[in-house]
């Protein structure tokens, strides 16, 4: 990822570990409440949640690898496999691991330029399209639950105060529908949209 600095890379990655933990803070927070929970202002736990920032080649190989698309996309969240939250030590089964999302930075900084805010703005979008997926929302199951996860976007990036409706609402209004796919079995989940050398942080 050449085209940004070391010092560029270190304080978007700074910036989004801060953004996805309101995130993870916020869904879960719209989670509560379309269940009723009104009366409870946090998450009901800690969460983990993996954040990776790379370039189109690096997204490139995880897209052909478990999707079977030989093409880069813009951002990837990856579920944790039960199997690896079972060989994880009792003590820390109190953390709710959520999974990996991955953003494409090379992808993110296109469709910002052509939506026409900032990099950051981007890659909030996609980290919150991405912590949906890892929440239980797919929109690939039918129009009732494309419909709900673009809802849940819009929600979370309208009550955290930042730019756009979402990544679903993008896509519809370009004419690029957004793909998402899942594996199973003892394979890691994975879910996508179409359109890593690179940093990395955690939140």
């Not at 690896?84 to 820390?92: N, T, V």
């Not at 929600?155 to 896509?171: C, D, E, P």
Request: charged residues 30%; aromatic residues 4%; glycine residues 10%.
């Amino acid at each position: 990822m050449s085209r940004w600095t070391d010092p560029e890379l270190e304080t978007l990655s700074e910036e989004l570990y801060h953004d996805a933990k309101r995130i993870v803070q916020e869904v879960a927070q719209y989670l509560l409440l379309s269940q009723g929970e009104t009366d409870r202002h946090e998450p009901p736990g800690p969460m983990e949640l993996s954040v990776v920032l790379c370039d189109d080649g690096h997204i490139r190989e995880l897209n052909a690898e478990w999707r079977g698309k030989d093409e880069p996309t813009d951002v990837l969240s990856f579920e944790m496999p039960e199997d690896e939250l079972d060989e994880l030590p009792a003590a820390e089964l109190p953390v709710a691991v959520l999974g990996d999302v991955i953003v494409s930075l090379d992808t993110a900084a296109r469709q910002a330029a052509e939506r026409q805010y900032s990099l950051r703005d981007e890659c909030r979008v996609l980290l919150v399209h991405g912590v949906l997926h890892l929440f239980g929302f797919d929109h690939e199951l039918g129009d009732e639950e494309a419909a709900e996860m673009a809802a849940a976007e819009a929600h979370v990036l309208s009550k955290l105060g930042w730019a756009g409706r979402g990544l679903i609402s993008a896509a519809s209004e370009s004419g690029d529908p957004h793909d998402s796919s899942r594996t199973g079995g003892q394979e890691r989940e994975v879910a996508a949209h179409g359109s890593a050398e690179g940093c990395g942080g955690g939140a």
